[in-house]
């Protein structure tokens, strides 16, 4: 019962583009809080990979790119590679709840 | 190399205290936002607490009035009190560099802590 939604997976063949969806509401990404990505390799720590909506940190490739409209945000990833295969979190702020929040991760399989 | 590094995690029996550190490298804590966020095995990423530049002090519902944390501008070291521990309280803990936007560009490896008698 994450704050904001993720699909728990999704899967595409190399080369292809995939996109994660993050739903929130109107205390969070709707208010104009920031949304922010996350990569999580097995067995690794989370690295940033996106910031600010849509900017990415020095070294992520051009590859991956964020958007946000309204209460949802999205993850793209194009030219999908093997190494892409991990788990990605968005995150945000809640002014309700006054807290950072995540959402539940979801599972990226290169096929 | 701008790097944190947690230590103190460990198994505990419930209802125990442990306290977690953060050292950071090549960046002053005390002039940033810092971050930990934890992760039970095989769940996602929860937010625990975190402490702004000016000191002020924000929790996680789950974890507010066992855990407190604080920062020894000294040492450059960011901590984690956990008091009253309980078997939902295992996971891997993180300590993030925070910006004023929440974004948390900096993560150590995590140490684990373990509640169980």
């Known amino acids: 019962q994450s704050v904001l939604t993720q699909p728990p997976s999704v899967s595409g063949a190399p080369g292809q583009r995939v996109t994660i969806s993050c739903t929130g509401s109107s205390s969070n990404i709707g208010a104009g809080y920031d949304v922010h990505w996350y990569q999580q390799l097995p067995g690794t720590a989370p690295k940033l990979l996106i910031y600010?909506?849509?900017n990415r940190p020095s070294g992520v490739p051009d590859r991956f790119s964020g958007s946000k409209s309204g209460t949802s945000a999205s993850l793209a990833i194009t030219g999908l590679q093997a190494e892409d295969e991990a788990d990605y979190y968005c995150q945000s702020y809640d002014s309700s709840l006054s807290d950072v929040v995540f959402g539940g991760g979801t599972k990226l399989t290169v096929l | 190399e701008v790097q944190v590094v947690e230590s103190g995690g460990g198994l505990i029996q419930p209802g125990g205290s442990l306290r977690l550190s953060c050292v950071a490298s090549?960046?002053?804590?005390?002039?940033?936002?810092m971050t930990w966020v934890r992760q039970a095995p095989g769940k996602g990423l929860e937010w625990v607490s975190l402490?702004?530049?000016?000191?002020?002090?924000y929790y996680a519902d789950s974890v507010r009035g066992r855990f407190t944390i604080s920062r020894d501008d000294s040492k450059n070291t960011l901590y984690l009190q956990m008091n009253s521990l309980r078997a939902e309280d295992t996971a891997v803990y993180y300590c993030?560099?925070?910006?004023?936007?929440?974004?948390?560009?900096?993560w150590g490896k995590g140490t684990t802590v373990t509640v169980s008698s």
């Open positions: 402490i702004s530049s000016g000191g002020r002090t």
């Open positions: 993030a560099r925070t910006s004023t936007r929440y974004y948390m560009d900096v």
């Open positions: 600010g909506n849509n």
């Open positions: 090549e960046f002053t804590v005390s002039t940033n936002y």
